[in-house]
């Protein structure tokens, strides 16, 4: 058996069976999330967890006075911040920060394509955010967290890539394998961290560009939109799909016959998120 066929094998195999590390989320993300759930507690509460970590306060109080948000005064307290920005966004945030630190390799070897992933999924988050807000009535920091998570699958295969050095060295032979699991195993971790079901399935389902479940569109639909946006013009594969056979255009409503979607209104805040996300 080919080293691709073995690898997969023995990847999905330990999914099924439980076996697989699946990445976790930090413990002041999760009491972040708990303390928005509940009932009584306030914000000052969800700023008291936040202020727990040192990394986490400098990052959001950045976030919060970077364009993003467009304050009109400087902001320099975490309560200051989850008051301008509310528990949604706070949520949203805190879990993009978290994942941030995800993205961090513990070796050269995977270095440059956690980069890499991490640069990506901050451009298709960005761009999923303005699509929502100019074509669906989708939340849009709900759509720049979808697109954040869209490629979380391929953060397993990287780490356990590490321990094969020739597969690390064949670039293709990598592409390949992320591209047949990244999917259910971002669904996996999804599901492990109790996300929404919406979410899980854009993680799941995101590769799929005939996808059209009928209804009105959702969060899918937007990244799909989205991810195709972001290789417009390069020599990724996907470049060369016409946009016009993809159903997540039709169901947002946006025309296809242009090259790059219209929103030339919206390029500064797609920029401006970019930004904040990458620090």
């Known amino acids: 058996m ?18 697989l590390v699946l990445p976790t989320l930090p413990e002041v993300a999760l009491k972040v999330r ?53 528990s949604d ?28 992933t991490w640069e990506h999924s901050t451009e298709v988050a960005a761009i999923s955010q303005a699509l929502a807000s100019q074509f669906s009535d989708l939340k849009p920091d709900q759509a720049l967290l979808a697109g954040l998570v869209h490629d979380i699958g391929v953060l397993p295969i990287l780490t ?28 996996a971790i999804l599901t492990k961290w109790l996300f929404p079901p919406e979410l899980v399935a854009v993680a799941a389902e995101h590769e799929d560009l005939e996808r059209d479940p009928g209804g009105a569109a959702d969060y899918v639909d937007v990244v799909i939109a989205a991810n195709l946006q972001s290789v417009f013009g390069s020599d990724h594969p996907l470049a060369a799909v016409d946009w016009s056979s993809v159903p997540a255009f039709q169901r947002l409503g946006i025309a296809t016959d242009v090259s790059v979607v219209e929103m030339d209104e919206t390029s500064a805040q797609i920029e401006d998120v970019r930004a904040a996300l990458s620090g």
Do not use: C, W
């Open 2 to 19: 080919s080293l691709e066929a073995n690898f997969l094998n023995e990847l999905l195999a330990d999914l099924e069976n439980d076996k």
């Open 160 to 187: 356990r890539a590490e321990d094969y050095p020739e597969l690390l060295a064949d670039e293709a032979m990598l592409d390949r394998i992320i591209r047949k699991a990244h999917t259910r195993l971002g669904a």
């Open 89 to 116: 966004m706070v949520r949203n945030l805190v879990t993009s920060i978290a994942m941030e630190q995800m993205f961090q390799a513990t070796t050269d070897a995977t270095d440059k394509r956690l980069r890499q």
């Open 34 to 86: 708990d303390t928005l759930e509940d009932e009584d507690a306030s914000m000052m509460d969800v700023a008291k967890v936040i202020t727990s970590d040192a990394a986490l306060s400098a990052r959001l109080i950045q976030i919060a006075n970077s364009p993003l948000l467009r304050a009109s005064r400087q902001i320099e307290s975490v309560e200051a911040a989850v008051t301008r920005m509310g």
